[in-house]
């Protein structure tokens, strides 16, 4: 069973910038590596619906949310088995639970749990 964790989350002000991690195990017995998945960011606001933020196929293309476009940047490192989201110049409307998702080649979805990220002064 694949598993995900997030990490990086925190308080941060105005203007400021984080980096989120998502590492993944489980893949001992599963039939594809992390290399051949689909990862993706969403976020959560309090009281709002989960939505999309940004991904990255296998091949290393990459889509973005027009909020969020170029003040973040995914990233993947198949060697620690980790993708990655670099947030720049951060709002208060960028609050969120940002949880990671990881998609098979047979499509099955895995997610994380979730890291709180709070943009305030």
């Known amino acids: 069973q694949v598993q995900l964790v997030e990490s990086g989350g925190g308080l941060v002000q105005p203007g400021g910038s984080l980096k989120l991690s998502c590492v993944a195990s489980g893949f001992t017995n599963s039939r594809y590596s992390f290399s051949g998945y689909t990862l993706s960011w969403f976020r959560q606001a309090p009281g709002k619906e989960r939505v999309f933020v940004a991904h990255?196929?296998?091949?290393?293309?990459?889509n973005y949310t027009d909020s969020m476009k170029g003040r973040v940047t995914i990233s993947r490192d198949n060697a620690k088995s980790t993708v990655y989201l670099q947030m720049n110049s951060l709002k208060p409307d960028d609050t969120a639970v940002y949880l990671c998702?990881?998609?098979?080649?047979?499509?099955?979805?895995?997610w994380g749990p979730g890291t709180q990220v709070t943009v305030s002064s």
């Open positions: 998702r990881a998609i098979s080649p047979s499509g099955a979805n895995y």
């Open positions: 990255i196929t296998s091949t290393g293309n990459t």
